[in-house]
T-cell receptor, first 113, second 113 residues
Framework: EAGVTQSPTHLIKTRGQQATLRCSPISGHTSVYWYQQALGLGLQFLLW???????NRGNFPPRFSGRQFPNYSSELNVNALELEDSALYLC????????????FGAGSRLTVL | KQEVTQIPAALSVPEGENLVLNCSFT??????LQWFRQDPGKGLTSLLLIQSSQREQTSGRLNASLDKSSGRSTLYIAASQPGDSATYLC????????????FGQGTTLQVKP
């Protein structure tokens, strides 16, 4: 069984640009979660999608957005990039809304210059 | 606001030692506590899940316990090996179906051969 896959592995952008990160959940999982892990700040909850809808978002500005597609894959968009957006972005999936166990992907490393 | 503290922040031990990692929550209303392992620059690997009705879980050399009355969890690693070197994170859900796992800052473990 394939795990949670994320792309790209690494992404380098400059300030003001837009970044798009993608996530494919485990087959059969309907919930997708995004977390940001910036240096020194730990893992911060970004977004939760389930059945194509945004269910919750963390304390991030509106330039962080995303969506979930009918096949349950998801993308995270970050507009007007700032230096402090440099981080490892982790995607996770769970079997259904409210499921206990999250399975994480390997992450996408975003560097903003 | 639920916060998670992990002690110690870093730990270095010789191979073969038994060790305990600690995790505490400001609000004892924590649900479905998970312990994760993270290798440098990588994603998270789920180690153990303690559901709300449970008090401990074991997997191989790992044992995790949860004392909900005090809001504390411990991860016990027996007979540590150099391959156990990684950052260990605990996380749990607060009240309400928010989809938001609240993470500690992690304990970075080094096991020396």
């Amino acid at each position: 069984e394939a795990g949670v896959t994320q792309s790209p592995t690494h992404l380098i952008k400059t300030r003001g640009q837009q970044a798009t990160l993608r996530c494919s959940p485990i087959s059969g999982h309907t919930s997708v979660y995004w977390y940001q892990q910036a240096l020194g700040l730990g893992l911060q909850f970004l977004l939760w999608y389930d059945e194509g809808e945004e269910r919750n978002r963390g304390n991030f500005p509106p330039r962080f957005s995303g969506r979930q597609f009918p096949n349950y894959s998801s993308e995270l968009n970050v507009n007007a990039l700032e230096l402090e957006d440099s981080a490892l972005y982790l995607c996770a999936s769970s079997l259904y809304r409210g499921a206990n166990v999250l399975t994480f992907g390997a992450g996408s490393r975003l560097t903003v210059l | 606001k639920q916060e998670v503290t992990q002690i110690p922040a870093a730990l270095s031990v010789p191979e073969g030692e038994n060790l305990v990692l600690n995790c505490s929550f400001t609000d004892s209303a924590i649900y479905n506590l998970q312990w994760f392992r993270q290798d440098p620059g990588k994603g998270l690997t789920s180690l153990l899940l303690i559901q709300s009705s449970q008090r401990e879980q074991t997997s191989g050399r790992l044992n995790a316990s949860l004392d909900k009355s005090s809001g504390r969890s411990t991860l016990y690693i027996a007979a540590s090996q150099p391959g156990d070197s990684a950052t260990y994170l605990c996380a749990g859900y607060g009240s309400g179906n928010t989809g938001k796992l609240i993470f500690g800052q992690g304990t970075t473990l080094q096991v020396k051969p």
